[in-house]
């Protein structure tokens, strides 16, 4: 099942982070990863987390990330994001399993509820 890296970031130093960034991204891939978000505009509709700048990582599973994360080549370049920015989040989460009924059809007349567990009843 897939899983979600959320990094709210805030960057101090442009030049250096942006070395990190390169040097990551080919790690990323070859780990499985790909990037989903990359710091676009975004805007917080309820609470109080003010992101400032927001990456999604998608990973083919939750050890896939946690390998990634703990293995020598993100490890080996932790120090320069460290140096170059501060991480205000790192969130690992694992996705949603895809459904196994379909969903309610949208015809008119049908039901569009669904149970506790998100199926028509």
């Known amino acids: 099942m897939a899983a979600y890296l959320i990094f709210d970031v805030e960057i101090h130093d442009a030049a250096e982070y942006g ?7 080919p790690a990323i891939e070859a780990a499985g990863g790909r990037y989903l978000v990359r ?3 975004h805007k917080v509709l309820e609470g109080d987390w003010r992101p400032s700048r927001l990456v999604l990582f998608e990973f083919p599973s939750m050890q896939a990330a946690e390998d ?20 205000r989040a790192l969130v690992l989460v694992e996705g949603a399993q895809a459904a196994a009924t379909p969903l309610p059809s949208s ?5 569009h509820r669904l149970d506790e567990t998100g199926h028509p009843p």
Do not use: C, D, W
Not at 19 to 25: D, I, L, R, S
Not at 107 to 111: D, E, I, L, R
């Open 19 to 25: 070395k990190f960034m390169a040097a990551v991204k």
């Open 68 to 87: 990634f994360y703990n293995g020598p080549a993100y490890q080996g370049m932790r120090p320069i994001r460290l140096s170059s920015s501060t991480a």
């Open 107 to 111: 015809a008119p007349g049908a039901s």
């Open 39 to 41: 710091g676009g505009e």
